[in-house]
């Protein structure tokens, strides 16, 4: 668990999880969950690749967060790098690469169906027009890489589908900058908590996918890794809304436990690995 992590290891491990060639695979991940990587992100993103095959699309989120603080937000997609770790940054700026538009939760993708994962991105990042819909469509896979379910945004395309009542609307005023130079505007909408929100708790729905056998669960390194299918996902989060409608909520001050592995106490960046101690610092 302790050794390098090389590139033909991880594919080793991701042919083990079950990660099928020619699927399309939306990845949240932490890659310090996986230990020391000879090769950094590039010998993942390229394990990935080799996994997939070339009839595979390997997505990623790009969110950048950064743009929500900002009086006056514009994003660039050719230059805005990703907030959320080394895999997705190197996933961007792969040749062939594609991103969405979206202000704060974009989305870039390599590979076969990339330009069309991507190529709409409506004002609210998880309607029926953008990637988070793509992957229940094109029935893709969700990949969770060293973190829990906690981390799985595609789970907000069911708050919003159904309106969850603690979430509400805001428009943002926003622009995109052009290749050219020249701005635009990028007409924004986010579904954001209310005040006194609680927050969420996704590893509940996860823990339902594993005891109805829709997850696949493994290692990559030091990294649990689970893997299940975008409408499996869908199909029972909707029907355990309409039972519990708390279903997506914290309840309690203690998230749901998952099994197979330890969940670190790192708020909003939450690790999920067999061993804490083989947590690479270095990445």
Same mark, same amino acid.
Do not use: C
């Given at each position: 668990m302790g050794d390098p992590q090389t590139e033909e290891r991880i594919v080793e491990a991701l042919r083990?999880?079950?990660?099928? *060639?020619?699927?399309?695979?939306?990845?949240?991940?932490?890659?310090?969950?996986?230990? +020391?990587?000879?090769?950094?992100?590039? @010998?993942?993103?390229? @394990?990935?690749?080799?996994?997939?095959?070339?009839?595979?699309?390997? @997505?990623?989120?790009?969110?950048?967060?950064?743009?929500?603080?900002?009086?006056?937000?514009?994003?660039?997609?050719?230059?805005?790098?990703?907030?959320?770790? *080394?895999?997705?940054?190197?996933?961007?700026t792969r040749p062939g690469a594609r991103r969405s538009l979206h202000l704060v939760h974009s989305v870039a993708a390599l590979g076969a169906h990339a330009r069309e994962m991507t190529a709409s991105h409506g004002p609210s990042a998880w309607a029926e027009d953008g990637p988070f819909w793509k992957l229940h469509e094109l029935d893709g896979y969700i990949l969770l890489l060293g973190v829990p379910y906690l981390r799985c945004t595609f789970f907000h395309l069911m708050e919003q589908l159904v309106r969850v009542p603690y979430r509400q609307w805001r428009e943002v005023e926003a622009q995109i900058r052009e290749p050219d130079g020249s701005l635009r505007p990028l007409p924004t909408l986010t579904f954001g908590p209310k005040p006194?929100?609680?927050?969420?708790?996704?590893?509940?729905?996860? @823990?339902?996918?594993?005891? *109805?056998?829709?997850?696949?669960?493994?290692?990559?390194?030091?990294?649990?890794?689970?893997?299940?299918?975008?409408?499996?996902?869908?199909?029972?989060?909707?029907?355990?809304?309409?039972?519990?409608?708390?279903?997506?909520?914290?309840?309690?001050?203690?998230?749901?436990?998952?099994?197979?592995?330890?969940?670190?106490?790192?708020?909003?960046?939450?690790?999920?690995?067999?061993?804490?101690? +083989?947590? +690479? *610092?270095?990445?």
């Open positions: 083990a999880l079950g990660l099928p *060639r020619g699927a399309i695979v939306f990845v949240h991940s932490s890659m310090s969950s996986i230990g +020391y990587v000879e090769g950094g992100a590039e @010998a993942l993103v390229d @394990a990935f690749l080799k996994v997939l095959g070339p009839g595979g699309t390997l @997505a990623v989120p790009t969110f950048t967060f950064s743009h929500s603080a900002s009086g006056d937000p514009i994003f660039d997609p050719a230059l805005d790098p990703s907030e959320m770790g *080394r895999l997705t940054e190197e996933t961007r006194g929100f609680v927050g969420n708790d996704f590893n509940r729905l996860g @823990a339902m996918l594993e005891e *109805r056998g829709h997850v696949l669960a493994g290692s990559v390194g030091n990294a649990v890794a689970r893997l299940f299918r975008a409408r499996d996902a869908f199909e029972v989060g909707l029907a355990q809304y309409r039972i519990d409608p708390d279903l997506f909520l914290m309840a309690g001050r203690k998230y749901t436990p998952l099994g197979n592995g330890v969940l670190t106490e790192e708020l909003h960046s939450e690790k999920w690995v067999l061993d804490p101690a +083989y947590i +690479y *610092r270095g990445h």
